[in-house]
């Protein structure tokens, strides 16, 4: 089984927007296909979909198993505790199915995704993802098939299938006309590596609580700069060795804190 995209809405409506292609398309191979297909059919991700603009395949890795049980995984040669997945679907679903490469296997021990790592994704136009379960996939996948490995962070999941999700969001979210205003995406926290400043809404006092004058002055060019100020301030305070890894503070920092009478 393979899932793609849901059906398109008709004619002339959204779905006809992107009529000269995705902008990304991700394979994603598991043994657990619903799993990833509900996550990769709601909200914005959906949405997208929909819109033809960004191509979600799931692939079930027992589809193309011939034994009557269907069988994915083994036990171990060597003893042990646990189950491996074989070799054989993996290898017979990537030849039938092609996915666009890189073919990244979804694993403690790859390169730890960041926001900058989800940046390079987004650019490729397409990848795949390939789910572990169990104690993970016979070593001759690593060795022979796949072209990278991936990690969402230093923890152990059940499987791959969340950490696909994580993937498929925080790299779709990264695609040009995904998000309403782009702006948004390139203000997120990491993205210009600090973390992001302070957001508030409506009622201008809660509780007693106020906002920040500046923000109702309607100085379009001081509340940036406020902004900047405050998300080095809370760089400093959450995160500093990313201050670190940028060199520090610029004069052009220096100036933004002194304007607002803020230290870090
Ligand atoms: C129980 S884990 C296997 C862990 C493996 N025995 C180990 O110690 O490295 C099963 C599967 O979950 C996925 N997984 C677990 N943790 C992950 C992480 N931090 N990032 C990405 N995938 C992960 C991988 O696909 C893995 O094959």
């Not at 290898?91 to 694993?107: A, N």
């Not at 106020?210 to 100085?219: C, M």
């Not at 940028?246 to 804190?257: E, I, K, M, N, Y």
């Amino acid at each position: 089984m393979t899932t793609a995209a849901p059906d398109p809405s008709p004619a002339g409506s959204e779905s006809s927007e992107h009529a000269a292609g995705p902008r990304l398309r991700v394979d994603v191979l598991t043994i657990f296909p619903e799993m990833v297909e509900t996550f990769a059919s709601a909200s914005l991700l959906g949405k997208a979909r929909q819109r033809g603009l960004i191509d979600v395949r799931v692939h079930d890795l027992r589809s193309v198993t011939l034994d009557p049980h269907r069988s994915v995984d083994d036990s171990p040669f060597g003893g042990g505790a646990g189950m491996v997945l074989k070799p054989e679907p993996i290898f017979d679903t990537v030849e039938q199915v092609q996915p666009p490469r890189p073919l990244l296997y979804l694993s403690p021990a790859g390169r730890v995704l960041t926001q900058a790592y989800a940046a390079e994704l987004a650019s490729l136009g397409g990848f795949s993802l390939l789910c572990g379960r169990y104690e993970g996939v016979d070593e001759r996948v690593r060795e022979h098939l796949v072209d990278g490995e991936i990690s969402i962070g230093d923890y152990v999941l059940a499987g791959g299938e969340v950490a696909a999700a994580v993937i498929l969001e925080a790299v779709s979210r990264l695609v040009p006309g995904m998000v309403g205003n782009f702006g948004s995406v390139e203000d997120d926290s990491f993205s210009q590596g600090l973390l992001e400043y302070p957001h508030y809404t409506r009622p201008a006092s809660y509780r007693g609580w106020g906002v920040p004058e500046v923000l109702t002055s309607g100085d379009h060019a001081r509340v940036a700069r406020w902004r900047r100020a405050q998300a080095l301030v809370r760089t400093a305070r959450h995160r500093p060795e990313l201050l670190t890894a940028r060199g520090g503070l610029s004069p052009a920092d220096r100036a933004v804190l002194a304007e607002f009478d803020l230290e870090i």
